[in-house]
């Protein structure tokens, strides 16, 4: 199957030196600050752009990336200028007057609300600067009706617009870096570049027969069920637990877990996997034969791994996630065989609620080949889409000529 997927596009974008302030504010988990970290990184790195941060929780930046300084005011990182957001301190105060004149692009980042004294301050600095409502990732179909539509704001300046990403052409695209395929499909395709990655996890490398699961979900009430089911299997299944709420969860009915974060329970390891860094977290995504994965970041991180994976879907008030769910699996699934399409909608909706997952695991089993086929045409379809950070930078230079031509 490998061998039928396109390669990965080169990039192509001129380096656009674009000058780009993001504000991220971590609502919940780490979705935010995930998106907003990767996607700056990638402006700076395959864009040229200069890239000031501003984020309000450090403590949760660290989690994903431990070379953060909990207590710095500013600090730099991967060529990202990282400035640590706090209401009491206006945020243009933490820019120089000359470093503000060159702002072209404000990124409003996943519903967070920009100052209006630093707008403000931005549209006097410079009033040709575009300010972007980069939104939260959804397949549903409105969305390509809203992408790109200009979003009027009394009493500010500067000029908005609204940005999607999403699965589709017509929408703002996905984050996906020039070489995450590569990387993932060059790990599974070398055994040393593979031993050496587990040692970079600083895990053992599995038994060749081993088949490794990752777990990164909300909470799973009846995945008991499954983990014995595993225990009781003809070969080997190791099962790595991100930290969080569900690994409390499976330490409080394991006491081994509890004592050394490991369970030896006949053919199944049960292991915890404190958080690593957002780049290793790529790395066992790419190691793992199936991953459970959540929210808007890792989802969109196993699908470039390219092994069959799981989503629990950020829940949301009156079950908005469900019709989410149901817009991304429709688009996932609509040129697969029906009865493929249909079971593997069910396993989705199953894991999502926790209800008997158990009872769908032998013919996962069964069908591995066929989801992992499934799996690799869906991105073999995005790898032919531009990526969100090159769509980003185009529409960003692309009006700011317009203004320029036309103010
Ligand atoms: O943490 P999340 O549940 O974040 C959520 C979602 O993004 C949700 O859509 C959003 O509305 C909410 O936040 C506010 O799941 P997500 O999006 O997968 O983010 C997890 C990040 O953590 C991702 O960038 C990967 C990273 N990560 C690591 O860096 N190391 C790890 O060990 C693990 C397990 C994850």
């Not at 009706?145 to 500067?158: E, V, W």
Request: net charge negative.
């Amino acid at each position: 199957m490998s061998e039928s997927v396109a390669a990965v596009p080169a990039l192509t974008a001129p380096v656009s030196g674009l000058s780009v302030v993001m504000f991220c504010s971590v609502i919940d988990n780490f979705g935010d600050i995930g998106i907003c970290w990767r996607l700056s990184r990638q402006l700076v790195a395959e864009h040229g752009c200069k890239v000031r941060l501003f984020v309000d929780d450090l403590a949760s930046f660290v989690r994903i990336c431990p070379e953060v300084a909990p207590t710095a005011i500013r600090q730099h990182i991967a060529g990202v200028d990282i400035l640590h957001w706090q209401t009491a301190v206006p945020a243009q105060t933490l820019l120089e007057a000359d470093e503000l004149r060159t702002v072209q692009l404000c990124i409003e980042a996943l519903a967070c609300t920009v100052p209006a004294d630093f707008l403000n301050a931005l549209a006097r600095a410079n009033p040709q600067a575009l300010w972007l409502n980069l939104e939260y990732l959804t397949a549903e179909d409105w969305a390509s009706g809203c992408h790109g539509l200009p979003s009027p704001q009394a009493g500010i300046r500067l000029k908005k617009y609204f940005f999607f990403p999403g699965f589709t052409a017509d929408v703002g695209g996905l984050l996906r870096e020039s070489q995450v395929v590569a990387s993932a499909r060059h790990l599974q395709q070398h055994a040393a570049a593979r031993a050496a990655a587990w040692r970079q996890l600083g895990l053992t490398l599995p038994a060749p027969d081993c088949r490794v699961i990752s777990v990164f979900a909300y909470s799973q009430a009846g995945i008991q069920s499954w983990l014995e089911l595993l225990s009781a299997d003809s070969r080997p299944n190791w099962v790595l637990v991100a930290e969080g709420a569900l690994a409390q969860y499976l330490r409080a009915g394991y006491p081994d877990l509890q004592q050394q974060g490991l369970l030896q329970w006949g053919s199944l390891t049960l292991q915890i996997l404190p958080f690593v860094p957002q780049p290793d977290y790529d790395v066992l995504l790419a190691l793992c034969d199936l991953n459970f994965v959540r929210g808007e970041d890792s989802v969109i991180r196993a699908h470039w791994a390219g092994r069959p994976f799981i989503w629990q879907i950020y829940r949301q008030a009156e079950q908005a996630h469900l019709e989410k769910l149901d817009a991304f699996l429709t688009l996932m699934l609509a040129d697969e065989p029906p009865a493929l399409a249909a079971w593997w909608r069910q396993v989705h909706l199953v894991w999502e609620q926790e209800q008997n997952f158990a009872a769908f695991w032998p013919q996962l089993v069964d069908n591995f080949y066929e989801i992992q086929g499934l799996m690799l045409r869906w991105q073999h379809k995005l790898l032919a889409q531009q990526d969100l950070a090159s769509n980003l930078v185009r529409f960003a230079q692309n009006r700011l000529i317009m203004s320029r031509n036309f103010s």
